[in-house]
């Protein structure tokens, strides 16, 4: 009987130290989260691997930048929301964050009203998954006006600090943008 006791303990004690272990995870997710659905992607960014937004940079910023020299009027619209009020030569120093904030302006811009009431949804996170102690997946679900919906981000920890991952691979990204901008 004791060592049922001493293993039900032990068990209680484990899943408390392990949900614990989540809290910092979790945080960074809501504050992730959070400013993604108030439509501030520079904010976001600051969550985000460093090392994945620098990826993206290198593989998309010259598809962008190439791109400039096009008359289409579509690729012009698609530039403008990309680099926001940035003009000129200053467009070829800009950061890792501003081309995520500028990928993530395009994705807005392409559904406007999802984006609008996403400061309205409520977000629970379900669970917490962690395969190693570097690693984790956070699965969430996101209620909007009676529907929801469910989805996961990964997250890494590199200097002791947990970070968000970027879900999309940055060479598929810029083979997308290279193929739109070809059409035009």
Do not use: C
């Amino acid at each position: 009987m004791k060592q049922v006791l001493l293993i039900a303990l032990a068990l209680t004690v484990s899943v408390v130290a392990h949900a614990a272990n989540t809290k910092p995870i979790e945080d960074v997710f809501q504050r992730y989260w959070s400013a993604y659905a108030r439509k501030d992607a520079t904010k976001a960014a600051t969550d985000v691997l460093p090392s994945d937004l620098e990826e993206m940079k290198a593989a998309v910023l010259p598809i962008f930048l190439g791109a400039q020299s096009s008359k289409a009027k579509e690729t012009q619209e698609i530039l403008g929301l990309f680099f926001g009020r940035t003009v000129g030569k200053a467009r070829e120093s800009f950061s890792a964050v501003e081309v995520y904030a500028g990928l993530n302006r395009l994705v807005m811009a392409g559904d406007p009203q999802m984006f609008d009431s996403l400061k309205d949804a409520s977000l629970t996170i379900i669970f917490v998954k962690t395969p190693s102690a570097n690693e984790a997946e956070v699965h969430f679900q996101i209620m909007l006006r009676g529907a929801s919906d469910t989805d996961s981000e990964k997250l890494l920890n590199k200097s002791g600090r947990w970070w968000v991952r970027v879900k999309d691979d940055p060479q598929e990204t810029a083979a997308h943008f290279k193929q739109l901008f070809a059409k035009s």
